[in-house]
């Protein structure tokens, strides 16, 4: 998910008010080459984030570096933490960026969900926020 920083916007609603949170999760493969990321594909996910706000369903969005860039911590006996290089779960895919949004159920979640698998060009995963 090609975005140089985390953005924020003012919901539509205050949390807990007749909408509900969900994750909108872009998947990458192991493997994946940023440079894959045309102009093309910056201009749906612009274009994507727009409606978004437009729509008043966004509450933050951002994109996450490589999962080979990321640290892993894990509790160890006698309340010390281990930190090692990469990400907690092996898998072939990791999250590569998110948007959280605000939406009246997990059909309206779906829709942007659908149009963020075009923009993106990749997997994605949606999920209720508890």
Request: hydrophobic share 40%; proline share 4%.
């Amino acid at each position: 998910m090609p975005l140089d920083h985390m953005q924020t916007a003012q919901p539509r609603a205050v949390i807990g008010e007749d909408t509900m949170n969900y994750l909108v999760a872009i998947h990458h493969r192991d493997d994946y080459d940023p440079t894959v990321e045309d102009e093309a594909m910056h201009r749906d996910i612009d274009i994507l984030n727009d409606e978004m706000v437009a729509a008043g369903v966004r509450v933050f969005v951002g994109g996450l570096h490589l999962a080979s860039r990321a640290k892993s911590l894990r509790a160890q006996s006698g309340g010390k933490v281990s930190v090692t290089d990469g990400p907690y779960l092996e898998t072939k895919e990791h999250i590569g960026g998110f948007w959280v949004l605000q939406a009246a159920n997990m059909d309206e979640a779906l829709e942007w969900g659908r149009k963020a698998v075009i923009a993106c060009r990749a997997p994605v995963e949606v999920r209720q926020f508890h």
